[in-house]
């Protein structure tokens, strides 16, 4: 078995949100690590955020022009063409490195034109789809602004609501990244989180989206609960895709032998390919 499951979750400089971010950098990174497989999933987001007043003001992650009159972040969209025609230069000069094109569409099941045109621009291999804010009437981007303006409890049941919409949806993704996204935010005050405590919400996700012969993404940002994964397996689910959401080269797999491990003690294997997704059956 390699060292390193595939990275199936990168950002490199054709993302709007990764200012330190470099195609060529995370190859070399990849081959110096030993990895067989990246994917490179830039941000094609179409959502209008609700964002509070003060994180326009404080934040410089994004640049403040993106931000509307009405108070909403809309970043800028993604150069396909550019991008793609960078994924078959890195190939060509990294020819010991399989490099998969893909997109991380946000919200996709609110933008289905949209995104339906942009993966149409060309070859996306691998297509995640994520949420990053709350319900369609209220697309707060989460924070810890949104913690405190829900509280705990509320913004993960929101959350988790609007991810089984998403796993429902005929939206055009093959794997649900990020499931736990809100617990990067999530406060101290809470004290620790308990999966437990949300567990029919989880499953309720969980179940449509193995119904829907998707993925489910172990993002390693933040760890995800083990019993998460666990559920995963109950619910049926039959693959599990990894990925770093690396945003700089230096970042790319990190965590990934640690989900390894924890995907492998809930029942999935290495795929056929080192590039494939594991799957609850092992391979012959
Ligand atoms: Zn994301
Ligand atoms: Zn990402």
Same mark, same amino acid.
């Given at each position: 078995m390699p060292a390193y499951p595939p990275d199936n979750h990168t950002h490199t400089e054709w993302s709007w949100d990764a200012v330190a971010g470099s195609m060529e950098g995370s190859c070399a990174r990849a081959l110096e690590l030993g990895l067989t497989s990246i994917a490179f999933t830039e941000h094609v987001d179409f959502t209008g955020w609700l964002i509070a007043p003060a994180v326009a003001a404080e $934040?410089? @992650?994004?640049? /403040?022009? @993106? +931000?509307g009159a009405d108070g909403r972040l809309r970043p800028p969209q993604l150069d396909a063409a550019g991008y793609l025609a960078c994924v078959q230069r890195c190939q060509e000069k990294f020819p010991d490195l399989r490099i998969v094109s893909g997109a991380e569409l946000g919200e996709p099941h609110w933008h289905q034109r949209e995104v339906g045109a942009v993966l149409g621009a060309g070859q996306f291999d691998r297509v995640l789809g994520s949420l990053h804010s709350l319900a369609e009437d209220e697309p707060w981007l989460i924070d810890d602004h949104v913690y405190q303006r829900f509280g705990p409890a509320v913004t993960i049941r929101r959350y988790l609501a609007e991810a089984l919409r998403l796993a429902d949806s005929a939206a055009p993704f093959a794997v649900l990244a %990020?499931?736990?996204?809100?617990l990067r935010f999530?406060?101290?005050?809470?004290g620790p989180f308990d999966p437990a405590a949300f567990e029919d919400e989880y499953h309720a996700v969980l179940r449509a989206l193995a119904r829907s012969g998707r993925a489910l993404e172990i993002n390693t940002r933040v760890p995800l609960p083990a019993p998460i994964v666990r559920w995963w397996y109950e619910s049926g689910g039959e693959a599990v895709s990894f990925g770093?959401? !690396? %945003? $700089? /080269?230096? !970042? +790319? !797999?990190?965590g990934l032998t640690a989900a390894a491990a924890m995907a492998e003690a809930a029942g999935f294997h290495p795929g056929r390919y080192p590039h494939d997704f594991w799957l609850r059956r092992p391979c012959r």
């Open positions: $934040e410089m @992650w994004f640049d /403040p022009a @993106w +931000v %990020h499931i736990d996204y809100p999530w406060p101290a005050a809470a770093s959401d !690396a %945003h $700089e /080269p230096a !970042a +790319v !797999a990190d």
